[in-house]
């Protein structure tokens, strides 16, 4: 008597079709990830440029040399920031490929 405890045998290849299944969703996964972590890295970046840039505002011995390359990192900063927002907003869109998957 074998009780409730029993396994039930898998059978060979249930693991490699459910891997076919998810890969479409899994890749989908990783790019979404992988725009996310951008889109954070870009914004923290552009954030510290910021703070650094206010200090060099308010520091009576910074040069405006350098108070203009803060500035002009900045700015690429901004724009790299736009940029990768709007790669992770396109990411996360419902309306993508995989909906027709469904």
Not at 5 to 33: I, M, T
Not at 41 to 46: D, G, K, M, P, V
Not at 54 to 71: F, G, I, R
Request: charged share 35%.
């Amino acid at each position: 008597s074998s009780g409730i405890n029993a396994e039930w045998p898998l059978r060979p290849g249930a693991n490699d079709g459910f891997e076919k299944a998810q890969a479409p969703w899994a890749k989908r996964f990783l790019k979404v990830e992988k725009a996310k972590k951008a889109y954070h890295t870009a914004s923290r970046n552009r954030d510290q440029l910021q703070k650094q840039l206010e200090l060099y505002e308010q520091d009576a011995m910074a040069t405006s040399e350098s108070v203009k390359k803060v500035k002009d990192k900045l700015s690429k900063a901004e724009t790299e920031s736009d940029k990768t927002r709007d790669k992770k907003e396109k990411s996360t869109d419902c309306d993508s490929a995989l909906i027709p998957l469904l």
